[in-house]
């Protein structure tokens, strides 16, 4: 499948932005949806829309087997050794804040402490802060040097017999940083420390396979990987989940109840309380269809090309800077301009057709370590070419000299 073949798949690149061939750059933020997602959503609500799990019909049937079927596609997709090992909810957001209340629930005392990283998305830094004011736990963050990377000796110096669990990005939304995380995960194994791993910007892009990590949580978001807003993926190991405690209440939970006791269903269910989105459910096995069609090594390939030839480009322009610049990379470029703040480079391009993502990116304090007030931010996707990048340098190059 080539990049023509795959865009076509992609009704919105055909839109105009102010009166131009749309430029999005934003795949960080949202990826777009191909037609089979849209059409997977469609056809749930038009054909056998019903709740799942608690119905005899033909319709709560059809629902259900088709949701199941997302959920073992979602395995494969990942490797996950069982299939109740994969926890369908609202997304990475969500699925961190599952384990935070319930690992810190069933684990954490006073005294223990979590260790994040510097380059941390708001939501991999604040359920942390919640939870150890709850618990009287202590959070320590692991520093980064100036390239974005993840200062080893600082890490492990970090690590005592204090250290319940490592919750860490895989890939960095701002800075694209692929973090050394067999390294970690390994090093933390080796001390008894569990490790959480922020997945959302790495699924979209590589293959993620979690029995090879050994990584014991992983989440994800399906808006990232093509797929609908509003549902994603906790992944984690089985003997762990079931030694959390529940994280809501509510019908699907449970087993038994009576005004005296409740008896808690088994996994995955344990952790499904309530009516889940079930169309976008179902839609995010047609994104892991049309990633698969497409080929994780090809969606790799493409978007390397694009940052290797992105990259020298923008270094070689007066009055631009890159902020993320590690060895390894995914294709996520940020930059700063001595001319212009983030957000007038931001509403210039999108003048132009152009979107790229300007602020902080939900990364307060990595801006903070920079000294820079935010970044605007190109992140690519398969369907990207390089007449787009051009597109996107020439459009930069006129604003910087309007800025100027």
């Known amino acids: 499948m080539n990049v023509e073949e795959i865009r076509a798949q992609f009704p919105i690149l055909n839109e105009k932005v102010n009166g131009k061939p749309l430029v999005y750059f934003d795949n960080g933020a949202t990826a777009q949806k191909p037609q089979s997602v849209i059409n997977a959503i469609s056809s749930y609500y038009s054909t056998y829309n019903a709740n799942i799990h608690r119905g005899v019909h033909e319709l709560s049937q059809r629902a259900t087997e088709a949701f199941e079927i997302g959920r073992n596609k979602i395995q494969a997709f990942i490797n996950a050794k069982h299939e109740h090992e994969v926890i369908i909810n609202k997304g990475t957001t969500d699925g961190i804040n599952l384990i935070a209340s319930c690992y810190g629930k069933a684990f954490i005392k006073p005294g223990d402490e979590i260790v994040i990283t510097a380059m941390e998305h708001h939501s991999n830094i604040v359920p942390w802060q919640l939870m150890c004011e709850e618990r009287g736990a202590v959070l320590k963050v692991a520093p980064i040097n100036k390239k974005g990377e993840l200062i080893w000796d ?47 910007q790495a699924v979209p892009h590589m293959k993620v396979d979690v029995q090879a990590l050994d990584v014991d949580f992983y989440v994800f978001s399906a808006h990232k990987m093509y797929g609908p807003t509003g549902v994603g993926v906790l992944y984690g190991k089985e003997d762990l989940l079931e030694q959390l405690p529940p994280y809501q209440g509510g019908g699907d939970m449970i087993k038994t109840v009576t005004f005296e006791k409740t008896t808690y ?26 990633m698969n069609a497409v080929g994780l090594d090809q969606i790799s390939q493409i978007e390397m090309e694009l940052l290797d030839y992105a990259t020298p480009k923008l270094e070689a322009m007066d009055h631009i800077e890159i902020i993320g610049t590690a060895d390894k990379k995914a294709a996520v470029i940020s930059f700063v301009s001595d001319l212009a703040h983030p957000f007038d480079i931001g509403t210039l391009l999108d003048q132009q057709g152009i979107a790229v993502r300007t602020g902080h990116h939900c990364t307060e304090p990595l801006m903070n370590f920079f000294c820079i007030p935010g970044t605007a931010r190109a992140s690519f996707a398969c369907y990207n070419t390089i007449e787009e990048i051009d597109i996107f340098l020439n459009a930069l190059e006129r604003s910087l000299k309007m800025l100027a």
């Not at 017999?161 to 960095?172: A, E, G, I, N």
């Open 154 to 200: 600082e890490f492990i110096a970090l690590l005592s017999d204090k250290t319940r669990l490592v919750s860490m990005v895989h890939v960095s939304n701002t800075l694209g940083t692929i973090n050394p995380v067999e390294k970690v995960i390994s090093e933390c194994h080796g001390r008894g420390i569990h490790v959480l791993l922020d997945g959302a």
């Open 265 to 290: 269903n088994s996994l995955p269910h344990k952790f499904e309380a309530g009516t889940p989105n079930i169309a976008d459910g179902i839609a995010m096995s047609a994104c892991i269809d049309f």
